[in-house]
């Protein structure tokens, strides 16, 4: 499998106005200096998993091809660290999705909303990844990706498909968004921020 190491560092005079960047959300977590997050972004192949971590980065994203592996990016501020595992979705890789799930503070899932053919599977996918031991309590956000699509299914319909009232054992939230235009990125960046520092309480 080949493996793409990306290291993203932003100081703070630069990309002051980078509305997606994450020095936003750093700046929140500061409280907690030199605190690593371990970041798992995880879902199907198509989903849009990678064109979200690019957007999160400030990275082009004219020219994305499906990961064969994984990708990560460490964005770096003020002594903090905010890794993020992007691991390939498609059927032959998820396999090995569970070698990464260590230490993990957040899982981050990401569905393609226009992609209603998929949607037992995704959320097959969704609810193993719940089960997992090495899983247990981490904090879950799911972004109900591709939304600037008209053929999107609303966050609220597949919040319900995928039963997620049901989830008892830990913090969750679903996030509309648009990988492609950046929207609701934020939104659901702050509500990551949000889980961490509620959770090293």
Known sequence: MT???????????????????????LRKLKSAPDQE???????????????LLKQLASEDISHITPTQGFNIKSVQSQGFKLNVWDIGGQRKIRPYWRNYFENTDVLIYVIDSADRKRFEETGQELAELLDEEKLSGVPVLIFANKQ????????????????????????????????????????????????VNSKKK
């Open 3 to 25: 493996c793409v190491h990306s290291a993203v560092t932003l100081g703070v005079s630069k990309r002051e106005d980078n509305k997606m960047g994450l020095l936003s959300i």
């Open 37 to 51: 997050v371990r970041i798992l972004l995880l879902g199907l192949d198509n989903g849009g998993k990678t064109t």
């Open 148 to 195: 600037d699509l008209l053929t999107a299914a609303p966050a609220s319909e597949i919040a319900e498909g995928l039963n997620l009232h049901t989830i008892r054992d830990r913090m969750w939230q679903i996030q509309s968004c648009s990988a492609l235009t950046g929207e609701g990125i934020q939104e659901g960046m702050n509500w990551v921020c949000k889980s």
